[in-house]
């Protein structure tokens, strides 16, 4: 029987997860899961560079953290963020967007934008990243976020379903590219998570009822449930975990 715990706090710590002296880069920090991964990383010691379109959406909480966190917008430099003399060993790759292509092959037209986003900007990233680690000889930990999408067919959403299953792929491959220097990268795949657009684009029952039906414990995720994946991952507990696309979707992909 495992013992209840009051706080995920209280489980990092008897899970002996810390980042002390370590720093993260976390991209889309400023809402939903991205906002909550930087919130658990900040907990566990963590200095994080939050990457955001918003950062005005983190200044109240940036106030009453006692961890030093700087905001860089997307149009910062890599080289920028980051000090020279101290390593980068953890990072978290998340760009996702909601970008309206869904219906039946022949009704939309493919647009770029779609793959630049979900897929290119998490390629483009993580070689940034990695070279830099190479190059210091510094090992470092990448996890991406992917979706259930990129293993099942979703009902009109071939193309989005498509861009998700690009970065699965490129999460195994990077993995065996990188491993060998002491860079591990995985993903996450989660279910529908009830951010602010995922209760835009899900709170309709009629809508949310057919997917709901496809998951056995019967409802979406929550940022937090993201997040205890994304940092376990990100930690030393996970120190022989390179290659993975980790579920976190209620059983929706063991149907």
Not at 64 to 89: D, E, V
Not at 116 to 133: F, P, W
Not at 202 to 212: C, F, G, H, N, T
Request: glycine letters at 8%; hydrophobic letters at 40%; proline letters at 4%.
């Amino acid at each position: 029987m495992i013992p209840e715990i009051n706080t995920w706090q209280n489980f990092f710590i008897k899970m002996d997860i810390s980042f002390a002296g370590k720093q993260a880069l976390v991209t889309g920090a400023t809402s939903g899961i991205g906002k909550e991964i930087t919130h658990r990383l900040v907990q566990c010691n963590a200095k994080v560079i939050a990457v955001g379109k918003n950062p005005e959406l983190l200044s109240e909480y940036f106030k009453t953290t006692k961890t030093i966190l700087t905001f860089y917008t997307i149009h910062n430099t890599y080289n920028s963020a980051f000090n020279p003399t101290n390593s980068l060993n953890i990072v978290r790759v998340r760009r996702k967007f909601d970008i309206k292509m869904v219906g039946t092959l022949p009704e939309y037209v493919i647009n770029s934008r779609q793959f630049d986003i979900n897929t290119k900007s998490t390629i483009n990233l993580t070689r940034m990243v990695a070279s830099d680690l190479i190059s210091r000889k510094v090992p470092g930990a990448i996890v991406n976020v992917s979706s259930q999408a990129s293993m099942a067919g979703i009902l009109g959403k071939s193309v989005y379903c498509a861009s998700k299953g690009a970065v699965d792929a490129f999460t195994r491959a990077a993995a065996l590219e990188l491993g060998p220097h002491g860079i591990r990268v995985n993903s996450v795949n989660p279910t529908i998570v009830m951010t602010a657009m995922g209760r835009k684009s899900w709170s309709d029952p009629v809508k949310s009822a057919p997917m709901l039906a496809r998951i056995p414990l019967g409802r979406f995720g929550t940022v937090e449930e993201v997040a205890d994946a994304v940092v376990y991952l990100l930690s030393d507990r996970a120190s022989l975990i390179n290659g993975a696309c980790l579920p976190v979707d209620g059983g929706f992909l063991a149907n």
